[in-house]
């Protein structure tokens, strides 16, 4: 398994947090997502034979949230 943060811009309420995670948690191979709404950090652990970055940073600009780093 491997680790990644995410520094995502325009999360500020519990919606937006709950649209993150439900982004990355249907995403084969995520396994734990955490968000922090006062750092814009997602901490995230997957399997990279079944999910890559990109379709990570994908999953959350598809909610409307900008992927940083």
């Known amino acids: 398994m491997e680790k990644l943060t995410l520094d995502v ?3 500020t309420c519990g919606h937006c947090k709950s649209s993150v995670e439900g982004a990355l948690g249907e995403l ?3 396994t ?3 968000i922090n709404l006062a ?3 997602v901490d995230g652990t997957y399997d990279d034979t ?4 990109q379709d990570m940073r994908e999953a959350v600009e598809d909610q409307g949230y900008d992927v940083v780093a």
């Open 50 to 53: 079944k999910v890559t970055v």
């Open 9 to 11: 811009k325009g999360m």
């Open 32 to 34: 734990n997502v955490e």
């Open 39 to 41: 750092t814009g950090k």
């Open 28 to 30: 084969n191979g995520v």
